[in-house]
């Protein structure tokens, strides 16, 4: 079983810069790999950006490309959501979640793991 819990979240002006931790108990995070995701109210849950289970490759939606990375240490069993150059539009509940894989997925149902999410608010 593992355990993960977002920080992080906030308000912020538009081109602002958050950073969201999701830190792990339980299990180590070597073992999945990672995926943020973000959901409004009405709206399905949206993949943001993953990390496979070694870091060495990552996934943007392209929404996100050139805004946000993702980086992950597996020493300290926590992932981090970098997000620079906040919109509008990026307001919304962050969720982290693991996945017993190598590989990054953007279909939210074949996490195995959530967390209980983080908000987001960027004002114009």
């Known amino acids: 079983q593992v355990q993960l819990v977002e920080s992080g979240g906030g308000s912020v002006q538009a081109g602002g810069s958050l950073r969201l931790s999701c830190a792990a108990s339980g299990r180590t995070l070597r073992d999945f790999a990672m995926g943020w995701f973000r959901q409004t109210p009405g709206k399905e849950r949206e993949y943001v950006i993953g990390?496979?289970?070694?870091?060495?490759?990552?996934t943007l939606a392209d929404s996100v490309k050139g805004r946000f990375t993702i980086s992950r240490d597996n020493a300290n069993n926590t992932v981090y959501l970098q997000m620079n150059s906040l919109k509008p539009e990026d307001t919304a509940l962050y969720y982290c979640a693991a996945r017993a894989s190598y590989y990054v997925s953007t279909i939210p149902n074949v996490y195995d793991y959530w967390g209980q999410g983080t908000q987001v608010t960027v004002s114009s």
């Open positions: 990390i496979t289970r070694t870091g060495d490759g990552t």
